[in-house]
């Protein structure tokens, strides 16, 4: 299976200040982990968005939300796997992730 490139901003975002991070997000992370057939993309963006959650690492939300959307998971799928996290991650990091969820859907 083929998948297609996934462009990081991470040459944007970190490239000035910590390049070999940035590297190692394009060239590591993008590149060859997220490129690994044993799960697909839509499969990999659904768990690094509940890793995110349950971290509350709501900085890198808006990112991987809008991967995730175009990996093939819908709004109303992303919403869910939100609110089935609030019972094993806490409240406060759900109610906070679906904030971030709400502005990059354009429903704030």
Known sequence: MKHRR?????????GNVAPALAHYSEEVLFGDVWRREELSLRDRSLVTVAALVAGEHTNQLPFHLKLAMDNGLTEEELIEVITHLAFYVGWPRAASAVSVAKQVMGKD
Not at 6 to 14: G, M, P
Request: hydrophobic share 45%; net charge neutral; charged share 20%.
């Open 6 to 14: 996934i462009v990081s901003n991470a040459r944007e975002t970190l």
